[in-house]
């Protein structure tokens, strides 16, 4: 079983800085890809940044530029600096593993922590 664990989240004013982290526990793993995702009240999940065991990214548009996204493959972790923040940042964000465990595929979700920007 993977277990993914967040920290990080908060309150900060608008044009803040946040930076989450996410750890992946669990034997046998080879993870592919780690993200996060964010949910709003009301809205859809939507991907906020991926990132690959080689260190290809992807961005969500409205973020480009203000967070970054990084992992550390020996420890199994991934962080999110997020940047220049307004209010429609204002999510829980989740984190995303995808990859083996040992000979079996597992894509994993953290249990959320919540962003809250205020203007």
């Known amino acids: 079983q993977v277990q993914l664990v967040e920290s990080g989240g908060g309150l900060v004013q608008a044009g803040g800085s946040l930076r989450l982290s996410c750890a992946a526990s669990g034997s046998g793993l080879r993870i592919n890809s780690m993200g996060w995702y964010r949910q709003a009240p009301g809205k859809q999940r939507e991907l906020v940044g991926t990132i690959t065991s080689g260190g290809s990214t992807n961005y969500l548009d409205s973020v480009k530029g203000r967070f970054t996204i990084s992992r550390d493959n020996a420890k199994n972790t991934v962080h999110l600096q997020m940047n220049s923040l307004n209010p429609e940042d204002t999510a829980v964000y989740y984190c995303?593993?995808?990859?083996?465990?040992?000979?079996?595929?597992?894509?994993?979700w953290g249990q959320g922590t919540q962003v809250t920007v205020s203007s």
């Open positions: 995303n593993a995808q990859g083996l465990q040992g000979f079996r595929l597992f894509d994993s």
